[in-house]
């Protein structure tokens, strides 16, 4: 019955999903699920969905590695966008699967008592209209898993998730100018390969910005263009986060923009046209297609200029105001 119903709220996101939501002028409402300090693009995937009127964050959970300091920088990021009214919640704290590039950023701000992200997340559920929120998963879905294991029920009232992970048929490479005809271990999978399956299996519709479509590089142009607001209070803390993040990192000055995929297909549904796959998880994280009935919709290409230019044009929504 799940799987039925899994598909055919699969074909709804396929065939009305945003432009619906669009054309009834009502923000679409989010809960963004992130592992923002350690790369860069989560910092600038909720900046841009902090900046979009077609967008209500409803709350942003910090999600795997050291939640408690990711909230801190959570924080920080909302105090900078004028946004403190939105709630912060940390999900299952776990070992950390890469550095934490921004944590000395994150530590400024004062630490404090910090929600349980499972309880809020299946709180709002279960009060909410059935299919109105919509989960921006950028992180591995440990949160999610818990969520699941709780309350499946109040975990199915989701409109659909809208994630970042995978490798399905072409791997990482953009930063090094050329692009992997191979599919590699995508980190959000190979972090949770079990909870990556579970989520494909709840009967929500998935929405999966694979490596394929979302190796994107913001390149010198489009930083320049960005940074060059330093009168912004909140790409002023994009600049501060990006200089802590370059001092660490081994793949260069551009970053890669990942997760800012997923918000941007949400504002501009043309960035990309989600294609229905049936994925297997393998045990090392890896995403294969099978033959099947569909479990996904996943963008295997995206337009990569206008998801820069989306990027490079934050400041131009500094005037959206607060709930």
Known sequence: MHRRTGWLGLLAVLLLGVPAARAAEAPQDIIIDTDAGDDLDDAFAI???????????????????????????LRGLLAAAGRPDIPVAAGPAT????????????????????????????????????????????????????MMARDPVAFRRLRRIVMMGGSIRRGYGSRAGTTSAHPSAGYNVVQDPEGFRAVLASGVPVVLMPIDATDIALDA???????????????????????????????????????????????????????????????????????????????????????????????????????
């Open 95 to 146: 070992p950390p699967g890469t550095i934490f590039s921004q944590a000395a950023w994150a530590s400024r701000t004062a630490a404090g008592p910090v929600p349980d992200g499972v309880s809020l997340v299946l709180d709002r559920l279960r009060t909410a209209p059935p299919g109105r929120i919509t989960l921006v998963a950028l992180a591995p879905p440990v949160t999610l898993g818990a």
């Open 47 to 73: 900046a841009l969905a902090l900046r979009q009127p077609s967008l209500q964050v409803d709350a942003l959970v910090a999600s795997f590695g050291d939640t408690a300091l990711r909230a801190r920088l």
């Open 221 to 323: 142009p489009a930083r320049t263009r960005l940074f060059s607001h330093r009168a912004d209070p909140l790409v002023a803390t994009l600049a501060a986060l990006y200089r802590e993040w370059a001092r660490v990192t081994k793949y260069g000055p551009d970053p890669t923009l990942f997760d800012v995929v997923p918000v941007a297909w949400l504002i501009d549904p043309s960035i990309c046209r989600p294609q229905p796959l049936r994925l297997a998880i393998t045990g090392d994280g890896r995403t294969r297609e099978m033959p099947g009935t569909p479990n996904v919709a996943a963008c295997l290409a995206s337009d990569a200029g206008r998801v820069r230019a989306l990027v490079a044009g934050l400041p131009q929504g500094a005037g959206t105001s607060a709930r």
